[in-house]
């Protein structure tokens, strides 16, 4: 497919895991991609900027050298994030702090920066990364739902704030994903095959969601071929937050 013909997209969080599948995924159909993260590979094939989502003026930065080097703006895909575990008790100021400052303020860093070339594109779409525990309620993940909910509001504020500006917002919400930080969390459990069997069962088709399964949902929603779609929440998830299998 070529749907992204002569489109630039900027991915943040696209050294590995759903980011990197996304910028690949971007590239074949057509995107010239510049993946924005705090370490790389230097083998991606991407225009790669080093720019922590913390900083303002690097994202400003960052952002910039995009339209430098590539010309402008299309798709913004908001994928960075890190993850947390515990109840509402479990972790410390510091820590909420850290969370919400990646996952919420660092998009909206990275969405004020990329703004003014979106405006300019006729084709522009932002696709949020959110998470089905923004729907759901699971147990350890008070400040990640916290982060991750957030996110999900701010989609729809964003879809209705540019929509007459010609910018469409829409957002993911993965399942658990077969991602580096999954990987880190089940190595660190007391019975990592214990925990890994609890995080497949939880979702009716009884496996992990594919960091290329939430790529092309990604693809879908950026898509111009998909341009009567913004304010759209959509679940790759397994059937985690809509399906009740009996016991």
Do not use: C
Not at 40 to 52: M, N, P, Y
């Amino acid at each position: 497919m070529s749907d992204f013909d002569g489109l630039v997209a900027i991915v943040t969080g696209g050294a590995s895991g759903i980011g990197a599948a996304t910028a690949d995924l971007l590239q074949a159909r057509g995107a010239r991609v510049a993946i924005v993260d705090r370490e790389h590979s230097g083998t991606s094939g991407h225009l790669e900027i080093t720019a922590d989502i913390t900083d303002r003026s690097a994202v400003e930065a960052g952002v910039a050298e995009v339209v430098r080097e590539l010309g402008g703006v299309d798709v913004l895909v908001n994928n960075a994030g890190i993850g947390a575990a515990g109840d509402i008790a479990a972790n410390d100021d510091a820590e909420w702090t850290r969370v919400l400052d990646v996952n919420v303020v660092g998009l909206a860093r990275v969405s004020a920066a990329a703004l003014p070339h979106l405006r300019r594109s006729a084709q522009a779409a932002i696709v949020n990364t959110s998470s089905i525990v923004a729907a759901v309620g699971v147990p350890q993940r008070a400040l990640y739902s916290a982060s991750k909910g957030a996110v999900a509001a701010v989609t729809l504020a964003m879809a209705a704030d540019h929509v007459r500006e010609g910018v469409r917002v829409n957002a993911v919400l993965p399942g658990t994903a077969d991602t580096p930080w999954v990987g880190r969390l089940l190595d660190a459990a007391d019975d990592p095959d214990a925990a890994a069997s609890a995080l497949r069962a939880r979702q009716p088709l009884g496996r992990l969601v594919t960091a290329d399964e939430v790529a092309h949902s990604i693809a879908y929603l950026a898509s111009p071929l998909s341009g009567s779609t913004t304010g759209t929440l959509l679940t790759v998830d397994g059937g985690m937050g809509s399906i009740r299998l009996p016991s």
